[in-house]
């Protein structure tokens, strides 16, 4: 598991409140407040805003319209297969979706689909790792952890940014970073 200790935060966003997990190597988890996979804090944690500030202001910013890029350190803890997959899904660009199919084809094993789409729906970073680019073959929105609401919601911003037009501004610039 980890030699440190744990350290959590709850992020208030548009989506609703994210708790942030991360130990002395970085950002291990995302939860949303409400959705699958859900846990509650283990009493040895900690809660330190401080220890989350680094992952707290990237999340603002992309919430704010302002990033379209993490920078964080991460430590996401999975199998070898779903690391693979979740480091696949940090090449998604910004504003563009692609198919479960595509993921698996991109990460060499094009007849995995259905286990990249398990692995896709156990993605400890959501957002930061971002799986809600991911969706069917035929274009449909599938299962997201936070729902398929906020799946929309995150595609919409960042489709709204991508575009120039953040929040239904038209002609407004956005500073990307």
Not at 55 to 81: N, S
């Amino acid at each position: 598991m980890t030699d440190g200790p744990l350290y959590y935060d709850d992020l208030p966003t548009p989506i609703g409140r994210l708790r942030l997990v991360a130990d002395a190597q970085g950002l291990r988890e995302v939860w949303f407040e409400r959705g699958r996979h859900q846990r509650a804090p283990e009493p040895a944690w900690v809660r330190s805003p401080e220890a989350l500030a680094f992952a707290r202001v990237q999340l603002e910013d992309y919430f704010a319209g302002t990033r379209q890029h993490f920078e964080l350190p991460l430590h996401p803890l999975g199998t070898p297969f779903q690391l693979a997959v979740w480091r696949e899904l940090a090449h998604i660009p910004y504003g563009a979706t692609i198919s479960y199919a595509e993921l698996a084809r991109r990460i060499g094993q094009p007849q995995a689909v259905r286990a990249v789409g398990a692995a896709n729906g156990r993605n400890p970073l959501p957002i930061v790792l971002p799986c809600h680019r991911v969706i069917g073959s035929d274009g449909s929105l599938t299962g997201f952890g936070g729902g398929l609401p906020t799946k929309r919601f995150l595609l919409s911003l960042e489709d709204g940014v991508a575009r120039g037009d953040l929040f239904g501004m038209p002609g407004e610039t956005v500073a990307r970073r």
